[in-house]
């Protein structure tokens, strides 16, 4: 099983649509969770982080925390094209303290005009 | 804010050299740096975690002789690609530890090095 596991996709959705993503991960020990997005042939850029259960809205944004269930998700309301990546959520590593994040291989999204 | 800057943004080299890759957080200190290495459509792999002043932390299956890395000053982290073959052309990123007031501890990438060995 691996550490952090996120749908493939892509994720094809309307503009203007609500796009959900979601992550599971297996380590309950885990802390803070974090969503990246990505562009082709660009590095990962950082949206948001959560840390508490609960809902944490930045914009068009939200992230969703349900540590009982070990998932958390990214909600994107008012989708636009511009939105079309891959996002990557990203969980840190509590085994040590190397503050390592361990990385979904990630979710294509996909706006349609 | 977090800016982390990487240098150069694009190399090629021929088969043998050595590729020496900067990472520089711009405005805050960044006691830890991460080097990850990204082939095409697959996700991001953790090659390294360097530590500003002491040495640096290398995956399983990551051969620290073949990719140095060398963490000099809290702004400044360098990977270097030793007798580089054609299956190390990749994309390299970067990315800096920022320690929040509340010890949040968000990470943020650098521009990202794309390495073509001819």
């Known amino acids: 099983q691996k550490e952090v596991e996120q749908n493939s996709g892509p994720l094809s959705v309307p503009e203007g649509a609500i796009a959900s993503l979601n992550c599971t991960y297996s380590?309950?020990?885990?802390?803070?969770f974090f969503w990246y997005r990505q562009y082709s042939g660009k590095s990962p850029e950082l949206i948001m982080f959560i840390y508490s259960n609960g809902d944490k809205e930045d914009g068009r944004f939200t992230a969703q925390l349900n540590k009982a269930s070990q998932y958390v998700s990214l909600l994107i309301r008012d989708s636009q094209p511009s939105d079309s990546a891959t996002y990557l959520c990203a969980v840190n590593s509590p085994v040590d303290s190397s503050y390592k994040l361990i990385f979904g291989s990630g979710t294509r999204l996909l706006v349609r005009p | 804010g977090a800016v982390v800057s990487q240098h150069p943004s694009r190399v090629i080299c021929k088969s043998g050299t050595s590729v020496k890759i900067e990472c520089r957080s711009l405005d805050f200190q960044a006691t830890t740096m991460f080097w990850y290495r990204q082939f095409p459509k697959q996700s991001l792999m953790l090659m390294a975690t360097?530590?500003?002043?002491?040495?640096?932390?290398?995956e399983q299956g990551v051969e620290k002789d073949k990719f140095l890395i060398n963490h000099a000053s809290l702004t400044l982290s360098t990977l270097t690609v030793t007798s580089a073959h054609p299956e190390d052309s990749s994309f390299y990123i970067c990315s800096a530890r920022k320690v929040a007031v509340l010890n949040y501890n968000e990470q943020f990438f650098g521009p990202g090095t794309r390495l073509t060995v001819l």
């Open positions: 360097s530590n500003e002043g002491s040495k640096a932390t290398y």
């Open positions: 380590d309950r020990g885990s802390q803070s």
